[in-house]
Nanobody, 124 residues
């Protein structure tokens, strides 16, 4: 089982930027990876996903044009660059590894390995 560890969360003012990192303990280069976020009382929300090679990216409409997902397979690390942050981006952000072969994964049920989450708070 691959273990995922996120970092990079914090408190930032609206309009600011943060970069989240997700380090995997095992080999992930053959699997789709993604980012989700969750606020209290709500279901985990899809943010972005990335193909095994890193060439295919897909974003939720709410973050398209502001967030950029990327990965460095040599370092077993995935990133989420978040720019022009808004208060509504406040959430716990999770990285996740999709079930093998789920290349179009965008539901939480499509992912079977999760990090512990990192808090992102955007103040107005």
């Amino acid at each position: 089982q691959v273990q995922l560890v996120e970092s990079g969360g914090g408190l930032v003012q609206a309009g600011g930027s943060l970069r989240l990192s997700c380090v995997a303990s095992g080999r992930t280069f053959s699997s789709t990876m993604g980012w989700f976020r969750q606020t209290p009382g709500k279901e985990r929300e899809f943010v972005a996903r990335l193909s095994p090679s890193g060439g295919m990216k897909y974003y939720a409409d709410s973050v398209e044009g502001r967030f950029t997902i990327s990965r460095d397979n040599a370092k077993n690390t995935m990133y989420l660059q978040m720019n022009s942050l808004k208060p509504e981006d406040t959430a716990v952000y999770y990285c996740a590894l999709a079930i093998r072969g789920y290349y179009s994964a965008n539901r939480a049920a499509d992912f079977n390995s999760w990090g512990q989450g990192t808090q992102v708070t955007v103040s107005s």
